[in-house]
């Protein structure tokens, strides 16, 4: 940490440079002694990435932000505070501790926190901001994780773990193959803890990762506007029974949709769309957690084709988590070229084209109420749904 940073005239400058060329800031000389521009650019592009991903943060005077990537690979306070209602209370260790977001979070539902943090810059970032934000009951110690349970015997009520990837090549990749390595050492996390919590990235398959790991209880996949954030491993010692998968989206409302694994054995019912219903689009959160029939099964809907994550009803359900449309007119998709002055957002689901050249060659105008969708249906092949948005992410 540069102290001199702290200084108030240079948290003014930060403040009041959000909107500045980072990159001529970083290249110029800098106007306060004993900093550098780099610094001065690097703290103002982390602070403009918290205004909505870490609001406390850009929010509370004095806060010491780390490098830009530190932040974007951090947890945001929303998806921070759903994994604290997670944890057991009592004494938790976050092992692979970082900006400090989660353990904050954690501290607000645990008695005591252990921050652990192997970068001593970050380690001591960490712990600086806590006293600003008044966190407490916490303490902070730099080294390795792992390292510090093989020599600590003390027990925990949970154990949190954000294994990062050693690799960036790929879209697949194997817990294995993350550090610190989980599936080498969950033998020891659960000696010393009867709950482990493990968060990775959405890119990890589900089935993948079962087979890595042993006695997962439950896997939370979490997601923020339709786009999946992380999921959540929550691991018990002895635990032996099915799987469950919670869906969960945190918008203006939290919705959750939960089944056991050996539930997505519905049978499926199609049906072909007209005027006056409903199409619903499922969340992402739920297509990743793998309910494709399941969630035709629980809200009484009809599928509209097999390769289609899409589904239609006579009935609108508020509790749905993902968009629901009013159907205001369907058509045989080879008539849409006889259409003139169309007007709405394109969606494309299971369509042989993309939604930047549809919009292009037809000439669509966007509208934030309107919505035309290519797809296909069961029994009419591909169409296009002109539709009206009811109920957002």
């Known amino acids: 940490m540069n102290k001199h940073i702290l200084d108030p005239a240079v948290q003014e400058y930060i403040g009041s440079n959000l909107n500045a ?13 004993g ?30 932000y780390p490098p830009l990537l530190s932040v974007e690979q951090c947890s945001s306070e929303l998806t921070a505070s759903y994994k604290a209602k997670l944890s057991a209370g009592g004494k938790l260790i976050d092992l692979t501790g970082g900006y400090g977001v989660d353990s904050y979070y954690f501290s607000r539902s645990n ?9 001593p810059e970050l380690s001591a970032i960490a712990q600086y901001n806590s006293a600003l934000l008044n966190q407490s009951h916490s ?21 949190y773990i954000d294994p990062a990837r050693r690799s960036e090549s790929g879209k697949v990749f194997m817990l294995k193959d993350c550090s610190p390595n989980v599936i080498e050492n969950l033998d020891l996390l659960l000696s010393r803890s009867p709950l482990v919590l493990i968060k990775t ?51 203006e409302t939290e919705k959750h949709f ?51 994550q899409l589904y239609i009803a006579n009935h609108a359900d508020p509790e749905f988590p993902g968009r629901i449309f009013k159907i205001d007119e369907v058509m045989a998709a080879g008539k849409i070229k006889k259409e003139k002055y ?10 042989p084209d993309k939604a930047a050249s549809i919009t292009e060659k037809y ?19 591909k169409i296009v749904i002109k539709a009206s948005i009811i109920q957002h992410y």
């Open 201 to 251: 990235a959405p890119l990890l398959d589900l089935t993948a990762g079962l087979k890595e790991l042993k006695n997962v209880a439950e896997i939370h996949v979490v997601s923020v506007k339709n786009e999946c954030k992380e999921l959540i491993w929550i691991v018990k010692r002895d635990y032996i029974a099915e799987v469950k998968i919670v869906c969960t989206t945190l918008n």
């Open 363 to 381: 000439q669509i105008k966007a509208d934030d109420k309107h919505f035309l969708i290519f797809t296909q249906s069961e029994g009419q092949g």
């Open 111 to 119: 008695t005591t926190i252990v921050h652990v943090e192997l970068n």
């Open 342 to 351: 169309l007007i709405g957002n394109v969606i494309v689901r299971n369509f």
């Open 21 to 33: 060329d980072v990159h001529k800031i970083a290249m110029a000389k800098s106007p306060f002694p």
């Open 35 to 64: 900093i550098t521009g780099t610094e001065l650019s690097s703290q103002i592009a982390a602070k403009k990435k918290c205004i909505k991903k870490l609001p406390l943060w850009f929010n509370t005077a004095g806060i010491y």
């Open 139 to 159: 303490t902070f110690i730099c080294g390795d994780g792992i390292e510090l349970l093989k020599n600590d015997p003390d027990e925990y009520g949970t154990i």
């Open 258 to 308: 939960s089944f056991m694994k050996d539930e997505e054995t519905q049978t499926l019912t199609f049906g072909s769309p007209v005027s006056g219903q409903y199409l619903y689009e499922p969340d992402v959160a739920l297509l990743k957690g793998g309910a494709f029939n399941l969630i035709a099964a629980r809200f009484q809907l009809q599928k509209l084709h097999a390769q289609t």
